[in-house]
Structure formats: structure tokens, C-alpha cells
């Protein structure tokens, strides 16, 4: 039994190359992976960063378009708003202003002058000066004559310091 060969013989043609084992793929898959987890970490983290400057640049023009808006610029800008829907109010309404206001001149007598006139969807009120209470009586009397206007009421009666009557009527048309 001493004659017993230990040492293998080294094979001729095998000898350059060398087997791979599958734990070292693992090794080099699992540093693939770590290294493009790693690039796109980066990216994402690169583009937080630029957007947020973005967002920041954003908000500054937001805030000085917001400065210049202040004051008298927003005052005529919500002015205007709710002029342009009291103007489409009055549009839809259907009452022609126009007509309204010819048949008011038609009905004023002489001696009675219009100090005020306001005027709501299907109502008006006038305040009427006139030069004494029988011009005051006659021009009450002329409303209620007239076709247009219906529903005319004195709401007040009262004198004005040049002595002159006036009175406040109230009507439908």
C-alpha cells in the first residue's frame, strides 16, 4: 500500500480555464443591483431638489402678482364684478329702462321736479318736490292716471328748508 499515488495528475487542456461558480454571479447580480438602485435614488433625489426650486420660483411670482393686486386694483376689479352683474340682472329682467323713464316724464306736471329716483326689478320710488300741496295732489293724481304705473302709493310727505313739498311715492310698472 505505499505505492499508493495521492496527488492527481494536472489535465493538459483545462488547465487556463476556470470554472465559474454560481456564488460569484450572485456576488457580481447582487452589486449590479445595489449600484443601479443606487444611480436611480440619485436621480429621483436630483429631481426633488430641482422642482422644488421650481415650485419655490412659482410662488414667488404668485406673491408678487398678489402685491400688485392690493389695494384701489382689487377695490375697482370687485367694483367692476358687481357692476357687470347687476347690469345682467338688469339685462334678464326684461325692463326697459328707456320706456320706464318716458312714461315718468310723460307723468310729471308742471311745478313738480324729481329729486330722486330709484328704481328695483317691477318697483319704483320717487322723491318729488313740488311748489306747493296742490301741485303735490295733481301729480299724485297724474301717476295714478296713468296707464303704466299701477299700484302708486305717498309713502312720505315732508317740506324742504326753501319751503317747497315733497313727497315720496311708491309704484309698480
Known sequence: ???????????????????????????????????????????LKGATMWLNSETKVVNEKIAAGA??????????IADFQQRML????????????????????????QGSVVQSLKSTSGSLILEIASDNFLTAAKQVLSFKKSDYFNNVKVTAISRSKEGKVLITLGMNF
Open 1 to 43: 500500500m505505499t505505492a499508493i499515488n495521492l496527488s492527481q495528475p494536472m489535465q493538459q487542456g483545462k488547465a487556463g480555464a476556470r470554472k465559474v461558480d454560481p456564488v460569484d454571479k450572485g456576488i457580481y447580480i447582487s452589486l449590479a443591483v445595489l449600484i443601479i438602485t443606487l444611480l436611480i435614488f440619485g436621480a
Open 86 to 109: 347687476q347690469i345682467e340682472k338688469s339685462i334678464s329682467s326684461e325692463v326697459n329702462s328707456n320706456e320706464m323713464l318716458k312714461q315718468t316724464s310723460q307723468s310729471m306736471i
Open 67 to 76: 402685491r400688485n393686486l392690493e389695494g384701489k386694483d382689487v377695490d375697482r
